[in-house]
């Protein structure tokens, strides 16, 4: 709910989008269902924060600088994606094709 992925800027604004993703590999994190799209900075601070501690995710973002413009820079996000991505694959929690 309140999440609709199109691109790399404007559908990451609220933070929810990176809430989702996490959400979808660690639904104990926290209650998604809870949070709020206008509270952009609990919602980045939540995401990077489950990303570090639950996938060991580097902590390429701040939430400072996410919140400081109203659409996220798209190659900033796209970025921060495939290293979450990278260490989901590493934990095993995403199946690769192999080659």
Do not use: I
């Not at 809430?19 to 639904?27: D, E, G, V």
């Not at 601070?45 to 580097?58: H, N």
């Amino acid at each position: 709910q309140n999440v609709d992925v199109q691109n790399f800027s404007g559908s990451w604004g609220s933070g929810l989008a990176f809430c989702a993703l996490l959400h979808s590999f660690f639904p104990d994190a926290f209650d998604f269902g809870a949070l709020e799209p206008d509270a952009r900075r609990q919602n980045f601070a939540l995401a990077f924060t489950t990303a570090e501690e639950r996938a060991g995710c580097a902590p390429l973002l701040e939430v400072e600088d996410m919140v400081r413009l109203p659409v996220p820079d798209a190659k900033c996000v796209y970025t921060y994606l495939q290293e979450l991505y990278r260490c989901l694959v590493a934990k095993g929690l995403v199946k690769t094709k192999k080659r």
